[in-house]
């Protein structure tokens, strides 16, 4: 397993990677990883000759640079568990190599005024570093396939149009999420909730399998099972910035006819950790 901290050193190796006729997935993580990434690493070693890893803690889809200092970082524990599932690299840059000038005139991509809903709504500063930073990694490594966890739904829905409308050649691949026997979305920031908060923390999944069971086509405008869950989940201790419902291609709030799958988001916090879920589902006519 190599480990590259250089951009230039990487796109090196990449070069020769191609000229082989091998093919790469790029599986982009902040680290301190889980099954939820390895679950990652098995779909692009499916899918592709070569699997590259990168792990950096992007500052700009945080709030300020203290928000991403928080970040738990495990690089020595990451190392072992990507060398004992056989990633062939790993790309765990330094800022400097990533944003340089400490970050004077940096050239952002930026998602459109009219997407401003939801994670992007509470968070105007997030998608911005996410697209930024994913849009770098395309352009050093040139994957054939980038594979990103469902979990963080609507940044994948982002990637997507990111992938189509700057014409990158890349197959984007959108992994289910990986839970704990507890029902619990597996999360870098799991580790950072304490005793009491991780026993409440399934909540929020069996909240939305609750209101999954409720839905059928002809009661999604009477949404009162919408505010049942809402209340529950404030009476275990949660504070919502999110409880929603969507159609799961368009990420709309209003629901059609032509609607036939739907998407549960729920982004909530217990005690300082904000955590997210979401259940998709197909419409049953």
């Given at each position: 397993?190599?480990?590259?901290?250089?951009?230039?050193?990487?796109?090196?190796?990449?070069?020769?990677?191609?000229?082989?006729?091998?093919?790469?997935?790029?599986?982009?993580?902040?680290?301190?990883?889980?099954?939820?990434?390895?679950?990652?690493?098995?779909?692009?070693?499916?899918?592709?000759?070569?699997?590259?890893?990168?792990?950096?803690?992007?500052?700009?889809?945080?709030?300020?640079?203290?928000?991403?200092?928080?970040?738990?970082?495990?690089?020595?524990?990451?190392?072992?568990?990507?060398?004992?599932?056989?990633?062939?690299?790993?790309?765990?840059?330094?800022?400097?190599?990533?944003?340089?000038?400490?970050?004077?005139?940096?050239?952002?991509?930026?998602?459109?005024?009219?997407?401003?809903?939801?994670?992007?709504?509470?968070?105007?500063?997030h998608f911005k570093g996410v697209m930024t930073i994913v849009s770098k990694l395309f352009n050093i490594i040139s994957p054939e396939i980038a594979c990103f966890g469902k979990k963080d739904f609507?940044?994948?829905?982002?990637?997507?149009?990111?992938?189509?409308?700057?014409?990158?050649?890349?197959?984007?691949?959108?992994?289910?999420?990986?839970?704990?026997?507890?029902?619990?979305?597996?999360?870098?920031?799991?580790?950072?909730?304490?005793?009491?908060?991780?026993?409440?923390?399934?909540?929020?999944?069996?909240?939305?399998?609750?209101?999954?069971?409720?839905?059928?086509?002809?009661?999604?405008?009477?949404?009162?099972?919408?505010?049942?869950?809402?209340?529950?989940?404030?009476?275990?201790?949660?504070?919502?910035?999110?409880?929603?419902?969507?159609?799961?291609?368009?990420?709309?709030?209003?629901?059609?006819?032509?609607?036939?799958?739907?998407?549960?988001?729920?982004?909530?916090?217990?005690?300082?950790?904000?955590?997210?879920?979401?259940?998709?589902?197909?419409?049953?006519?």
């Amino acid at each position: 397993m190599y480990i590259i901290r250089d951009p230039k050193i990487l796109y090196n190796k990449v070069k020769k990677i191609h000229k082989k006729n091998n093919t790469i997935a790029l599986i982009p993580t902040m680290g301190n990883l889980h099954l939820g990434h390895i679950k990652l690493i098995e779909v692009g070693q499916k899918n592709a000759d070569k699997v590259i890893v990168s792990i950096f803690v992007n500052p700009m889809q945080f709030k300020n640079l203290n928000d991403s200092k928080k970040y738990p970082r495990s690089l020595k524990e990451d190392f072992k568990k990507l060398k004992l599932n056989n990633v062939d690299i790993v790309f765990c840059p330094r800022l400097k190599k990533m944003y340089l000038n400490n970050f004077i005139d940096q050239i952002f991509v930026n998602i459109p005024s009219s997407y401003n809903i939801l994670e992007s709504k509470n968070r105007p500063y997030h998608f911005k570093g996410v697209m930024t930073i994913v849009s770098k990694l395309f352009n050093i490594i040139s994957p054939e396939i980038a594979c990103f966890g469902k979990k963080d739904f609507q940044q994948l829905f982002f990637i997507k149009k990111l992938v189509i409308q700057m014409n990158y050649n890349i197959q984007i691949l959108g992994v289910p999420i990986v839970r704990d026997n507890d029902g619990l979305a597996l999360s870098s920031r799991n580790i950072l909730l304490n005793s009491k908060e991780r026993k409440i923390a399934p909540e929020i999944y069996k909240t939305i399998k609750w209101i999954s069971k409720k839905i059928n086509k002809n009661n999604l405008k009477n949404n009162n099972f919408l505010k049942k869950a809402y209340k529950n989940l404030v009476k275990h201790g949660f504070k919502i910035d999110i409880l929603t419902i969507r159609d799961s291609k368009t990420l709309n709030k209003k629901l059609t006819k032509k609607t036939s799958s739907i998407i549960i988001l729920c982004s909530a916090w217990i005690g300082k950790v904000r955590l997210i879920d979401n259940l998709e589902m197909l419409l049953k006519n």
